[in-house]
């Protein structure tokens, strides 16, 4: 997804099988059912929750995407919704609940705190759950709308349809560093550039 | 009101500091040595009664010669009247004040706030200071540290009298405590 | 083998090198520990949380089990701990607004009218009579949406989900009229010191009247599935005990304090906001269990709804008035005004720059807050931001009591009793 793993040195398997029509109808067979049948793991906290359970309900209906049955089991869930606000407390246990995911999983960071720190710009608050998780979209808003988390999903849905078994790289775990951190010190203040990270508690200096 | 101050002038005489009303509040100022005191005695005394504890808390100031005031809520639910009883504590000493929880239970987790906030000492709380052993201060410090094998440190863990029992990479990972190394 | 209990972590190894389970030593009698009953002295521990669908919010609960009874319940709290109280250092009077949205997020528009009369009673202001009954009519919105997510997830916990849905659905009505109002669903950010941030639009009470006279309906359908329904009444009734003296002494607040027959609502007892000319009752239980905790709070909606219909009354006669106070100095003078007169954009400029100034002192405000008795502690050095914004949460208290409540129940019981306490973790962690 872009982004070097942690590990030592990148890792780039060249697959022997070269696309062709087959490859892209198992593909298409693949992605459709993923991309219509993913089953949230909803790691809610705070306000986007009760946005989200508001989703659920019946007047937004998440249950015409497939997602309406809820797993609170990990290791059930295909994409894990990040709702609220991430303190500092709570990371240790998101992170573990997205190593308990398999793959293939996806991620949504919903709502402004869990992007990048929201208006919580303090000692406590995770700035932004990238830190810690891969996300794949990114729902602002505070709350978002429920429209605007269907939008999120759809967006993530247009993604996974877009995705070949063929690319190994794509599904491969990126663990975090010694440092406990997913993405490097440098990347995350390149990365909040110009605005910055006040908080600068991951700063690499 | 000035008819529980009155009373407590009455009972209590020079141990009241001093009363204001602010914004149609109430306040009384005691030393923090006898706190407990007069707060057992606010809740008992027939006349007063004030047996619904609001709210525990404490102020710190911008100025940093002012004293850290902790602040105790009451209400009495019969009457219906409210009480704000303060008392100061000297940032150069120990912060420590007796604790309300034999009066209130409401008093327990409030208590725990007050010291992981502002580290005020609750004498006689029945977890304080042991199991919030760090303050809030320490333990974001160690949420920060990002140890991923960090462990509760012996003097954390309810089996440390159990330590000599334990099998043998048990206390190893014990020993090495939050500050072990990374592995 | 000596006796002790220990408390075994996941990374105790099941196994030592030579293949046989680990042998640790258990069963202690430290000071104030409960005996197990069946004297073996082989107590589990289970870790319900942070992450679970049924503590409502990243609560953890540490349970130490006895088979299937409940020795001891530890919860874990700060896992939501966000830093409101440092950030109200931060934040002049009116910025905190938003803040006050993000701490009970159940009831928002109930927070930030707690807040602004806080304020204004630092502040020493007098709001106007269109205000207060804009306020009351937010309040008990606020009571009505947040009632209904309890009732909703307390019957998804017990195994009931088709109330949920009903629940979420009359909550989306409101919903309509906040987002009308305000601009915003969740985070309504309603009111500013001295007044409010606008009237309610054209068709606003004619919303409102609508939702009163159908709203019974639907709770009258969740009554007719609950109240006298066997499952229901086997698994809340004698569950989760509190006495009236110890719900005192425990400072409880709202629907648990009620519920256990002490008859308190901040409404009636230290009215704001003009409620003690409103007509409603407060209804009181009698066991102090979920079922009453639940009566009560059913109870309270449909008194929500009476009180929204007097309100509307009154709004009615109010045609017109102002709702924000005539002080420039407190309250942002109108845009045009701002846009074109000398004065009104030096005041506009100084609030906006500077914030409202309050004069030295300190106020402690307590709301009927839907979850129980919601205090902001304000103190202020005479300047523009406050030196201490304590947020005196009524879950806070309530959850306290947790470890009393759930002494010798069954671990379903647990569930069950920590969704009746009707916790917020927002409003817990701060």
């Known amino acids: 997804m872009g982004l070097t793993p942690a590990g030592p040195g990148p890792v780039t398997e060249v697959s022997t099988m070269s696309p062709n029509w087959v490859t892209t109808r198992l593909d ?75 793959q ?102 | 009101m000035t008819a529980p101050v009155g009373a407590l002038r009455g009972r209590f005489g020079a141990a009241i500091l001093r009363d204001r009303v602010s914004c149609g509040d109430t306040i009384v100022y005691v030393p923090a040595a006898r706190a407990h005191e007069v707060l057992a005695w606010l809740r008992d005394e027939p006349g007063q009664r004030f047996d619904y504890l609001t709210d525990i808390t404490a102020v710190e100031y911008r100025d940093a010669e002012r004293p850290l005031e902790v602040v105790w809520q009451l209400r009495s639910l019969a009457r219906r009247a409210d009480l704000r009883v303060k008392a100061e504590l000297d940032k150069g000493e120990a912060l420590e004040v007796d604790s309300v929880w034999d009066l209130w239970k409401g008093a327990d987790w409030l208590e725990r706030e007050v010291y992981d906030m502002f580290g005020v000492t609750f004498r006689g709380h029945p977890d304080l200071p042991l199991r919030g052993h760090f303050s809030r201060a320490e333990q974001t410090r160690q949420a920060l540290a990002a140890n991923p094998e960090a462990h509760y440190s012996l003097a954390e863990l309810s089996i440390a009298e159990a330590y000599d029992e334990l099998p043998e990479d048990m206390k190893n990972r014990l020993r090495l405590g939050e500050r072990g190394e990374v592995r | 083998m000596s006796t002790r209990t220990v ?168 919903y309509n009229l906040q987002e009308s109002w305000t601009g915003a669903r969740l985070t309504t950010s309603l009111t500013r010191v001295g007044g409010l941030m606008a009237d309610v639009p054209d068709g606003f009470e004619e919303g409102l009247r609508d939702f009163c006279r159908t709203f019974p309906r639907t709770l009258d359908e969740v009554d007719a599935m609950f109240t006298r329904n066997a499952i229901w009444c086997g698994r809340t009734q004698g569950v989760g005990v509190i006495s009236g003296p110890d719900a005192v002494n425990y400072s409880l607040s709202g629907p648990m304090l009620r519920a256990s027959g002490v008859d308190y609502d901040v409404r009636k007892d230290r009215p704001y906001l003009g409620y003690e000319t409103y007509d409603f009752d407060v209804p009181v239980g009698e066991h102090g269990d979920i079922y009453d905790r639940y009566r009560v709070r059913l109870e309270e909606m449909y008194q929500s709804a009476r009180i ?123």
């Open chain 1, 28 to 102: 298409f067979l693949a992605n459709w059912a993923r991309a219509n049948s993913l089953w949230p793991m909803p790691f809610g906290t705070a306000c986007c929750a009760i946005e989200f359970m508001a989703t659920a309900a019946s007047r937004f209906d998440l249950a015409r995407f497939g997602m309406e049955r809820m797993s609170f089991s990990p290791r059930q869930a295909d994409v894990l919704i990040c709702a609220g606000r991430l303190p500092f407390k709570l990371a240790p246990v998101i992170r573990k609940i997205w190593d308990q995911m398999p």
């Open chain 3, 7 to 174: 408390e075994v972590g996941l990374s105790t190894p099941g196994l030592d090198p030579g293949g046989n389970p680990t042998k640790v030593p258990l069963g202690v009698k430290l000071p104030g520990y409960l005996p197990p009953s069946d004297g073996l002295g082989e107590h589990m521990l289970i870790n319900i949380g942070p992450q679970h669908p049924a503590t409502h919010g990243v609560l953890r609960l540490v349970i130490e089990l006895d088979g299937e009874t409940v020795v001891r319940v530890v919860p874990h709290i700060g896992y939501l701990h966000s830093g409101f109280e440092k950030l109200g250092e931060y934040r002049h009077y009116n910025q905190l607004v938003p803040l006050t949205d993000r701490t009970d997020y159940l009831s928002p528009m109930a927070n930030n009218v707690c807040l602004a009369l806080a304020a204004e009673k630092l502040m020493g202001i007098t709001i106007t009579e269109r205000c207060q009954v804009l306020r009351v009519i937010a309040c008990e919105i606020s009571r009505i949406i947040s009632h209904l997510v309890w009732l909703g997830t307390t019957g998804i916990d017990l195994g009931a989900f088709t109330p949920f849905l009903w629940c979420f659905y009359q909550r989306e009505r409101l």
């Open chain 1, 104 to 205: 293939p999983k996806w991620s949504i960071s919903m709502g402004a705190c869990a992007s990048s720190g929201g208006i919580f710009d303090t000692y406590t608050m995770v700035q932004g759950i990238d830190t810690i998780i891969p996300v794949d979209v990114y729902v602002p808003g505070c709350p978002p709308r429920p429209e605007g988390l269907m939008y999120g999903i759809m967006l993530l849905q247009k993604k996974i349809k877009g995705e070949t078994f063929l690319d190994k790289d794509l599904r491969q775990e990126h663990l975090v560093g010694p440092d406990g951190l997913f993405l490097d010190p440098q990347t995350i203040d390149e990365l909040s550039e110009p605005f910055g990270n006040s908080v600068h508690q991951t700063r690499s200096a």
């Open chain 3, 308 to 430: 929204l219909d007097q309100a509307l009354d009154r709004l009615g006669l109010l045609r017109g008035a102002p709702i924000n106070i005539a002080d420039p100095r407190v309250v942002l003078p109108p845009k045009h005004r701002a846009m074109s007169d000398m004065e009104a954009m030096i005041f506009h400029f100084k609030q906006v720059m500077e914030g409202v100034k309050a004069p030295v002192g300190e106020a402690y405000l307590g709301i009927e807050n839907p979850k129980g008795e919601l205090g902001y502690y304000l103190v202020s050095d005479g300047t523009a931001k406050p030196v201490r914004w304590r947020i005196r949460p009524p879950s806070f208290l309530n959850l306290a009591c947790l470890p009393k409540l759930c002494e010798g129940v069954l671990l379903s019981d647990v569930i069950a009793i920590n969704a009746s306490v009707d916790i917020v973790m927002g409003e817990i962690d701060r």
